[in-house]
């Protein structure tokens, strides 16, 4: 399990989630590629339904990683964003929009 290095992220009052909120929640998820995650916490900061948090990666997900991707998580203190909540996602993209390293996609959730 990961340890907690951030406090919990709560919802933001629905009132101020951006237009572009238009999905119901678990249609979409977000998904963090690892190997690119430098937890810098954008998606943290602008995601307005509290999915994401930043966690130290566990042993098991840093030995998955190639030799590059484990170098650069040390570099950055081992922090990746996790989306802790993804079936609060409503797609509205902010957290693809500002991650600064491109490394969220929004996948379609299936319906099985």
């Given at each position: ?15 101020a989630k ?33 999915v994401f ?17 484990r170098f ?41």
């Amino acid at each position: 399990m990961n340890e907690r290095i951030a406090p919990e992220p709560a919802p933001r009052n629905a009132d101020a989630k951006p237009d572009s909120c238009r999905q119901e929640a678990g249609v979409f998820v977000p998904v963090v590629d690892r190997g690119r995650c430098e937890g810098k916490a954008a998606c943290v900061a602008v995601c307005p339904v509290g999915v994401f948090r930043i966690d130290l990666l566990s042993p098991a997900l840093k030995s998955e990683l190639p030799a590059f991707a484990r170098f650069r998580a040390w570099i950055h203190g081992n922090r990746q964003a996790f989306a802790v909540y993804s079936g609060r996602c409503e797609a509205c993209g902010l957290c693809v929009e500002e991650c600064p390293e491109e490394a969220i996609v929004l996948v379609r959730k299936d319906s099985n």
